[in-house]
C-alpha cells in the first residue's frame, strides 16, 4: 500500500503562486508515475499533470506554461509549482500515483484563488 499526504494548498490573490507538496509512504515502486489532478465544485475531477519516474511530463493544456510538475525519488515527493494563479484554478488538489494496475490517491489540498 502507498499512503499520499498532500500539502501547500491555501488562499492566494490571483497572479500569485502556490508550491504544493506530496509525500509518499509505504511501498516504493521504481517506474511510477506520480501526477496531480483537481476537482472544482461541481465539477469532475481532471487531470493537471502528470511526470514519469524518469520525468516525462504532461499537463493540461489549462496549466501549461503555469504550471511545473517535479519529483524527487529519492524522498518519494511529487511538487506542483503553480504561478499566475486565476480564479478558475481553484480546486481541491489531489496527489496521485500510479504504477502498472494500483492507483493510489491522496485526501486532497484546497487551493482557493481569490480575484
Known amino acids: 500500500q502507498v499512503q499520499l499526504v498532500e500539502s501547500g494548498g491555501g488562499l492566494v490573490q490571483a497572479g500569485g503562486s502556490l508550491r504544493l507538496s506530496c509525500a509518499a509512504s509505504g511501498r516504493r515502486f521504481t517506474g511510477n508515475t506520480k501526477g496531480w489532478y483537481r476537482q472544482a465544485p461541481g465539477k469532475e475531477r481532471e487531470l493537471v499533470a502528470t511526470?514519469?519516474?524518469?520525468?516525462?511530463?504532461n499537463y493540461a493544456d489549462s496549466v501549461k506554461d503555469r504550471f511545473t510538475i517535479s519529483r524527487d525519488n529519492a524522498m518519494n515527493m511529487v511538487y506542483l509549482q503553480m504561478n499566475s494563479l486565476k480564479p478558475e484554478d481553484t480546486a481541491v488538489y489531489y496527489c496521485?500515483?500510479?504504477?502498472?494496475?494500483?492507483?493510489?490517491w491522496g485526501k486532497g489540498t484546497l487551493v482557493t484563488v481569490s480575484s
Open positions: 511526470i514519469t519516474y524518469g520525468g516525462y511530463t
Open positions: 496521485n500515483e500510479v504504477w502498472n494496475s494500483d492507483n493510489y
